[in-house]
C-alpha cells in the first residue's frame, strides 16, 4: 500500500499508477501545457523524474521524444547515459543524444577552467541545448521532470528575495518567444515521494546521482523546511504552489517589461539574447578557449 496524507488516501499498487497517471494529466490540462496534437520533446536525466514523466505521458497517448545531454563527467555520465539510453530502447521510445563535448563545452574543463559555479554554467549549457533541439527539431514544447518539490524549494526561495522578474516566470508553463521553444513541467503536482513511488511501482531502473561536482543538491535545505511544514500540514506544498498560480502570480507578470523587447542575436552564433553583446554560452566558449592558449 502507498499512503499519501496529503490526499487522505492509500492505495494499492494498481490504483496508485491511475491516481499517478490521473494527476499528470490534471496537472497538463488544468495549465493547458499541451494536448495530444503536440509533439513533446522530453528531458530525460537518466533520474526517476524524467524517466517517470516519459512513460506517463506515453500511457497517456502524448507523442513524446526523448532527449539526453551526455555532460562528459567520468564516473557519472556514461551511467546516467546507459540508464537513459536502456530505458528507450526498452520501452521503444524514440531518444535524441547531445554531447557538450561535441559543442566544445565539456563540463570537466568548465570545472577545470572556469571559476565560476561549474552547476551553473553546466545548468546554462543544458538549458541551451534543451531548447536548441527542441527549436531546430521543430517540437512544440520541451518537458523537464521537475516534481512539486522542486517547484516549491524554488518558489519559496524566490519568495524569500522577493524576486519579482523570476516570480513572474516561475510556474509548469512557460509559453514560446522569439527563439525560445515553449517550456512545461507536468510533474508540478506530484511530490518527489511519489514519483520514486511511481518509478519503482513501474519497474523503472533509474540513475540515482546528485552531480559529483556538486556538495549538497540544489535547494536541499528549503526541500527539508518545506517537508516538515507538510508533516505537519498535509497538502500544504500543493496549495501553497497552485494559489501562487491561481492568485500570485499575474501580479509580478504585469510588472515586468515584455522579454522579446530585450533581446537581439548574438554577432557570434546568432542566438536570441538579452546580453548587448555575444551570448552566455559563447562567452564561456571563449574563456574556455582563452584559459588553453
Ligand atoms: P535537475 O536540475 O538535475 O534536478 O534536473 C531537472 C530536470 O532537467 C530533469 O528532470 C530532466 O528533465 C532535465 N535534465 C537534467 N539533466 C539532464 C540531462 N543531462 N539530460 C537531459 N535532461 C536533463
Ligand atoms: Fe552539471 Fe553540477 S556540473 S549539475
Ligand atoms: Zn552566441
Redesign the pocket.
Known amino acids: 500500500m502507498v499512503a499519501l496524507k496529503s490526499h487522505n488516501s492509500a492505495f494499492c499498487p494498481k490504483c496508485y499508477k491511475s491516481f499517478f497517471l490521473r494527476q499528470v494529466s490534471r496537472g497538463i490540462e488544468s495549465q493547458k501545457l499541451f494536448t495530444r496534437d503536440d509533439r513533446i520533446l522530453v528531458a530525460l536525466s537518466g533520474g526517476k523524474d524524467s524517466l517517470g514523466l516519459m512513460l506517463a505521458l506515453s500511457l497517456l497517448g502524448y507523442t513524446a521524444v526523448g532527449l539526453h545531454v551526455d ?1 562528459g ?1 567520468p564516473g557519472s555520465s556514461a551511467a546516467a547515459r546507459g540508464v537513459t539510453e536502456r530505458f528507450c530502447a526498452r520501452h521503444g521510445f524514440k531518444l535524441l543524444v547531445r554531447e557538450t563535448a561535441a559543442e566544445g563545452l565539456p ?1 570537466p574543463l568548465v ?1 577545470e577552467r572556469l571559476r565560476r559555479p ?2 551553473s554554467v ?2 546554462k549549457i543544458k538549458r541551451r541545448l534543451f531548447n536548441e533541439v527542441t527549436v531546430r527539431e521543430g517540437f512544440d514544447a520541451l518537458a523537464t521532470g521537475h516534481n512539486l518539490d522542486d517547484e516549491t524549494a524554488r518558489l519559496f526561495s524566490n519568495v524569500l528575495r522577493w524576486d519579482a522578474a523570476y516570480l513572474a516566470d516561475q510556474g509548469p508553463f512557460l509559453e514560446a518567444e522569439a527563439g525560445f521553444a515553449r517550456k512545461v513541467k507536468p510533474l508540478w503536482r506530484l511530490t518527489e515521494f511519489e514519483t520514486a513511488n511511481y518509478a519503482f511501482l513501474m519497474g523503472i531502473e533509474n540513475h540515482y546521482a546528485p ?1 559529483p ?2 556538495p549538497g543538491a540544489t535547494f536541499s535545505s528549503l526541500k527539508s523546511l518545506l517537508r516538515r511544514l507538510e508533516a505537519s500540514m498535509p497538502g500544504r506544498k500543493l496549495d501553497f504552489y497552485q494559489s501562487f498560480l491561481e492568485r500570485g502570480r499575474s501580479f509580478f507578470t504585469r510588472s515586468q517589461p515584455e522579454k522579446a523587447t530585450l533581446l537581439a542575436p548574438c554577432p557570434l552564433c546568432g542566438y536570441p539574447t538579452s546580453s548587448g553583446g555575444e551570448c552566455g554560452v559563447c562567452r564561456i566558449r571563449m574563456a574556455l578557449e582563452e584559459k588553453s592558449v
Open positions: 555532460l563527467i563540463i570545472k561549474v552547476c553546466c545548468g552531480c561536482y556538486s
